[in-house]
């Protein structure tokens, strides 16, 4: 039995310079030309001949839309008629219902340049290739019922509510974007007001949500010293996460241009940000004495360079230096955020706002947001200031 061909990544067409045609499956074909032009062939047979049918260059025509066209081929083959000989009728056959597979990449292509990083559509990609594709996937855009969405969703509602969560808003995004596209019509099998909700428990009552494992506050003085002695830049990272609350994302991603010694500020584009705003973050006297320790071994524009050149610390550092020390399994890295607003809330008398501003976190309503146009910068100084003297048992006056 011949072994089925793997398709294609987006990466692999971006990257692909050898001359020649690279299969994806199903008679597509991306052409590499020996001067590096890039473009998608159908190709299928016709009245005992091959033929190729140019579905456009690979600039232009992403991976996903490739696919497409040439399922709309396929289809056309399956009803009799030759695919190329179409292109010159005068009647415009009936528009081909991609699948929902076909579908969710489509809308995948079109919303990637909105999204603020590549890992956003890698996450969509991954959950519904995980859940959604092998339920409906092969199933026509106007196929797709409410009962394909449960036996989506059944699984996992009450065993992974985040995730099945944003799953149904994916399933959910992708059969609007067919709607528009006028692929299909009628009221949404996904939508969750007045429908889904209906049949399926609100995901805040199938279980608490639960947050990142952390360290209790009261925990930290003793633990710190041991970090301090902890080799590695995945250590030092962890120190200024916690010293500046900040997501472990944030503090990866940091290049020496965003931070200010003079100043002791370090400021976060909001292309780098979850909420995508722009945050300033005051620095603390340890946080500052660390920085200008990293300065002096600096090498490039990373504040803690991996081993690629011009590039981070792997996302798994900090979690390296836990499990390292016996807390894998008990603390995570974004887990001392949490540590940090316990112990704000807690032991200080520093309000509500500005330990959420801290953490970057959006406080109250849109009116309560036009009218608070500060950032609560010199108070969140003196907060950090007060949170660096507890971390470091009060050896320092931050």
């Given at each position: 039995m011949p072994k089925p061909v793997k398709g294609l990544t987006a990466r692999q067409v971006q990257?692909?310079?050898?001359?020649?045609?690279?299969?994806d499956g199903a008679g597509l074909y991306l052409q590499v030309t020996a001067r590096g032009g890039k473009s998608w062939v159908f190709r299928y047979q016709a009245g005992g001949r091959r033929r190729d049918m140019g579905l456009g260059s690979a600039s232009t025509v992403p991976l996903a839309e490739a696919r497409a066209k040439a399922s709309e081929a396929r289809a056309l083959m399956g009803r009799g008629l030759d695919p190329l000989?179409?292109?010159?009728?005068?009647?415009?056959?009936?528009?081909?219902?991609?699948t929902f597979r076909e579908a969710a990449g489509l809308f995948i292509e079109a919303k990637r340049a909105g999204w603020r990083n590549a890992k956003h559509a890698a996450q969509w990609v991954a959950t519904l290739e995980a859940y959604a594709f092998p339920v409906a996937g092969q199933k026509p855009i106007d196929q797709v019922t409410t009962d394909d969405v449960l036996a989506i969703l059944n699984p996992?509602?009450?065993t992974k509510p985040e995730t099945a969560s944003r799953v149904r808003g994916r399933v959910e995004a992708v059969l609007d974007y067919a709607k528009a596209r006028g692929w299909c019509d009628g009221e949404n099998p996904a939508r969750w007001k007045g429908h889904l909700a209906l049949t399926l428990p609100a995901k805040v009552k199938v279980r608490a949500v639960e947050g990142h494992a952390?360290?209790?506050?009261?925990?930290?003085?003793?633990?710190?010293?041991r970090l301090q002695v902890a080799d590695g830049l995945g250590a030092r990272a962890l120190e200024l996460a916690i010293l500046t609350a900040g997501r472990p994302g944030e503090v990866?991603?940091?290049?020496?241009?965003?931070?200010?010694?003079?100043?002791?500020?370090?400021?976060?584009?909001?292309?780098?940000?979850?909420?995508g705003a722009p945050h300033r973050v005051p620095l603390s006297g340890p946080a500052l004495d660390l920085l200008r320790k990293l300065a002096t071994v600096r090498r490039g524009s990373v504040v803690f360079p991996g081993a690629r050149e011009g590039r981070p610390l792997s996302n798994m550092a900090m979690a390296m230096v836990l499990r390292r020390m016996g807390l894998g399994d008990e603390v995570t890295p974004h887990g001392f955020r949490s540590t940090f607003r316990t112990w704000a809330a807690e032991c200080t008398p520093f309000s509500h706002e500005v330990c959420e501003a801290a953490l970057a976190h959006t406080v109250g309503s849109k009116v309560v947001a036009a009218y608070q146009r500060g950032d609560l910068f010199?108070?969140?100084?003196?907060?950090m200031g007060e949170w660096a003297g507890f971390v470091m048992g009060g050896r320092h006056d931050g």
């Open positions: 990257t692909i310079t050898a001359p020649g045609y690279h299969c000989a179409q292109r010159h009728e005068p009647i415009i056959s009936p528009p081909i219902t991609p996992i509602w009450t952390s360290m209790p506050y009261r925990d930290l003085p003793g633990w710190w010293p990866l991603g940091a290049t020496w241009d965003e931070i200010d010694l003079e100043n002791r500020t370090w400021e976060i584009p909001g292309t780098r940000m979850k909420a010199e108070k969140r100084r003196a907060l």
